[in-house]
């Protein structure tokens, strides 16, 4: 008896753009545009698949030639894929602002056509993609809501809804918005924007107002060990955990003997070559998966089954992203049991209504999102709103993502420094 | 759009017993017969799904539990069987003559069910179970020709066809046997029966006759790190791996220090709370995977990444076994990139045509397998070849896997002894 297969016939790979607010961090600041690339998975069967990636011009030639490469593979052997993305893809390189570290490019290449054709063969079966893991342990994945330092608009234009967010009342008043509309759980404010002292001042009227939140700072190691330790110290009993406070795996090592919190990581430990030295120093006690640079669905379960083994803490990072990305962490999260903590999202930064999937298929109930229930991803894409967002990539004119450059051309002598304090 | 389920009804768990020859190990002689308990699933949607694994008493037990626990779950919801399963399973005990650690309960109790519903989806989505954990990316699984120490015949029976191996010659001409007929490209010799210096002369006269096999010697822990250390010396560029040398991590570990070849397990790490102490101390640089208690094929794969990730080679262990464990082997195998070694397995010391599953669906070719490409695991069940080995099960009288204590009633005195030089 034989299967019948369900082969790639052809890939489509759609750049888009979307509105993105002056988002404050480390390295600079969000131009007004995200930029990211859908990919669309055609088989033989007539079943298609989709996935979401960055779209830097580096990374979409990668993904050209992996998806000449993916022709005529079954979208069941997705171990046949990787090889084959293996054979071609680019020695590490960074990515985009490099926020994340050097992770491997196969891992961040592979992963939207992993994604697309296990969306591909939920829809085979009738089952959400979480049942391809093993099923949704959970109904219902929370996320914590995420907290920028930000300007009241881009320069030059009229101020967003949010409006400017530059000390503790005015992160005070954001997190209180987001709460309120989506009724956020848990909370994290992106660091390393402002002297530590601010920011420490930020975290604590964060605990006045919301006294049972659990809180997370994340300065995008903009901070010697040293300094990191002294936060640490200072926001004992306050911080959930403390992420990236400082570069590099010796330098959270350092940090996390010493520090009374856990520290978390999407910034030392990003591949599978990090975990080995990650965890033979004790460098980090979180882990931010994220399936883009973690080589899709499944190497994320891998990656939360080797946490699990080696007592490491689970959550979840975030760019800023579209519904096909939030639907594929939505069905990740749901199959992991040991998520341990609210997965980051930038989905309130995206303007209502600005997508490229069908629908609104997502909406937070006290600071969750219920897993599809559908087949596949559980989202399909609106054509036209594709074509506008691509548009809008061919508009607006950003290429790579450059907070560094951007904040430039705004602060003159703007330098980018890890660590700054 | 919601998707049909397909919810377990009925589980049907079947003792069996077939004819295994006396085969020595440092800790006694095989029984008369091997003892295994064949999983059935039923599902409301008429598909069924097979399963295999151990049947001591406790085992049996502890499976009824879980067959109870497992009723109304949809057979992708794995992960919600593993919760089930840890909520019921007892404390972790030993597997029955205990050549292996102390391997986890609740993955020992999955692992069958798990199995099964693998081969249901499979059979749901009309495609071979290696495709459920990312495609093969091999056709033909490479195995090892087992080789063992053994009487003629059972006491008071007569000779079985291979006949005594006790001595290098015996052993030479038991793998020109097993070569002969399956073609095997690798050898392992079960050792820890002899003194080291016997089976250091066997495998030197395995390597005379076989200069291009790969070769390697298990002697269960019956030696001391110092005699380890003085065996491994001696068959330095002769061994392809040691396994299990000697009880322990710590043990391990000391001899691994100052071996000139690889040291391999199935013993010190068997279960993933083994794994962190395992890699801290760099006890073992190959594991023996084996779906029957490490939880089932997507954590033995997860098992394979965990290999990857920290740089340990992986191959496969093997108990007496019928083609349902076979069949799950070679679909797990398979589908795992970085199986570097050939897989072992007992199956030339099963009679010809004693088996649950139906016709013949193995046949070893230069040595491997073909991955079966119908759904599911690829076999099914012989109704009356089950009823019979149950039968035999019911006649035999073991209940319990005992090689210590049947050397005893031939060898009164005969001692177990871990290590024993």
């Not at 990374?59 to 979208?75: C, M, N």
């Not at 508009?395 to 907070?403: E, H, I, P, V």
């Amino acid at each position: 008896m034989t299967s019948e297969s369900i082969r790639v016939t052809g890939v489509t790979i759609t750049p888009v753009a979307f509105a993105d607010p002056p988002l404050l961090n480390s390295v600079g600041v969000h131009e007004p545009f995200a930029l990211r690339a859908v990919i669309e998975v055609v088989t033989d069967a007539g079943l298609t698949g989709l996935g979401e990636t960055y779209a830097d011009e580096q990374h979409l030639a990668a993904l050209r030639a992996a998806a000449t490469a993916a022709i005529g593979v079954d979208v069941y052997h997705t171990g046949e894929i990787y090889r084959r993305v293996q054979a071609i893809a680019a020695p590490k390189t960074t990515i985009s602002a490099g926020l994340i570290g050097d992770s491997a490019a196969t891992d961040r290449v592979f992963s939207p056509f992993e994604v697309a054709c296990l969306d591909i063969q939920g829809k085979a079966a009738g089952r959400p993609v979480a049942d391809l893991l093993g099923g949704a342990v959970r109904d219902t994945v929370p996320f914590s809501g995420y907290l920028f330092y930000k300007w009241a608009a881009h320069p030059g234009a009229v101020a967003d809804s949010w409006g400017a967010a530059l000390d503790p009342d005015g992160i005070v008043a954001q997190a209180k918005r987001m709460v309120d509309e989506h009724g956020f759980t848990a909370l994290k404010l992106k660091g390393g924007v402002f002297p530590p002292e601010q920011e420490i001042e930020a975290v604590r009227a964060l605990r006045a107002q919301f006294p049972d939140h659990p809180l997370r700072l994340d300065p995008n190691a903009a901070w010697t060990p040293a300094t990191s330790l002294r936060v640490a110290r200072e926001l004992d009993g306050v911080l959930e955990y403390l992420e990236d406070p400082t570069p590099g795996i010796s330098g959270m090592a350092e940090v996390a003997r010493e520090a009374p919190m856990p520290l978390a990581t999407n910034m030392c430990v990003v591949a599978f070559a990090h975990l080995a030295p990650g965890i033979r120093e004790n460098a980090v006690q979180v882990i931010l998966s994220d399936h883009h640079y973690w080589g899709g669905l499944r190497r994320s379960a891998l990656l939360a089954g080797i946490c699990e083994t080696f007592g490491i803490g689970l959550s979840m990072h975030s760019n800023s992203h579209l519904g096909i990305s939030l639907a594929a962490m939505v069905q990740l999260a749901a199959a992991v049991p040991n998520l341990s903590y609210a997965c980051d999202t930038h989905w309130p930064w995206k303007s209502e209504g600005e997508d490229v999937v069908a629908g609104t298929p997502f909406r937070f109930h006290g600071g969750g999102l219920t897993v599809p229930r559908g087949p596949g991803l559980g989202v399909s894409l609106d054509a036209d709103a594709l074509g506008r967002l691509h548009e809008q990539f061919l508009m607006c004119g950003q290429r790579n993502r450059d907070d560094t450059g951007y904040m430039r051309r705004v602060v003159p002598g703007y330098e980018r420094r890890q660590p700054r304090w």
